[in-house]
């Protein structure tokens, strides 16, 4: 089981944008702020559909309190020139940066259903390949707000970036054993069901 440090978030290590929001109201040390999940009002929507709002307006939430941020691009949020380790089966070295990503992904999961590995795989190498490049669909928006808010809250270099999403793409391959197969996010659910109980 994975297990994410006691102080998740340190706000001096925010880009300065989104230090701002939280400058007012900090967020819990023992909660994990995620992207709130844009969707049409419920009450004419029986169930949950995507609102297609602009992924760079991010709404962040602990379940309990709100923030909101406007995050230009993920290429504006790369920071330094640091060169990555190598990231093997267990790629302790970006621990917390991991769950937080993966953490959204059962959030997605969640109110849509699993995601297929495919899909998956697809969107993790698009985010590495082409950081800001065009949207895949409402999931690719998600993570690619998952992806900001990585990189607004921890110091992470371009290098870094794409090798923490070539080791997840290299997860879902592992994963997947055909092309409707949603193994990686019942993995996550196996391995990190405790995780979410932080924001309850």
């Known amino acids: 089981m994975q297990k994410a440090p006691e102080i998740f978030f340190d706000v001096a290590n925010f880009?300065?944008?989104l230090r701002e929001q939280f400058e007012g109201r900090p967020p819990n040390p023992k909660r994990i702020v995620l992207a709130a999940i844009p969707v049409k009002n419920p009450q004419e929507h029986p169930k949950p559909v995507p609102a297609g709002t602009d992924r760079r307006e991010l709404s962040l939430t602990?379940?309990?309190?709100y923030w909101h941020w406007e995050a230009e691009s993920l290429k504006s949020l790369f920071r330094g020139d640091k060169r990555p380790p190598v990231l093997g089966q267990y790629p302790e070295a970006y621990n917390d940066t991991f769950i937080l990503l993966d953490l959204h992904a059962l959030e997605i999961?969640?109110?849509?259903?699993?995601?297929r590995d495919a899909e998956m795989r697809e969107i993790y190498s698009t985010l590495?390949?082409?950081?800001?490049?065009r949207s895949l669909g409402f999931v690719h928006d998600y993570m690619w707000q998952a992806a900001a808010l990585v990189l607004g809250t921890r110091p992470l270099s371009q290098a870094e970036f794409e090798a923490i999403m070539a080791r997840l793409e290299r997860s879902c391959r592992t994963f997947e054993i055909g092309s409707t197969s949603r193994n990686y996010v019942a993995a996550l659910r196996q391995t990190l069901g405790q995780e979410g109980s932080t924001r309850n």
Not at 62 to 65: P, R, S
Not at 109 to 115: A, P, T
Not at 128 to 133: A, H, N, Q, V, W
Request: no cysteine.
């Open 62 to 65: 602990d379940g309990k309190e």
């Open 128 to 133: 590495r390949r082409r950081p800001d490049g």
């Open 15 to 17: 880009v300065p944008g």
């Open 109 to 115: 999961s969640k109110l849509f259903g699993d995601r």
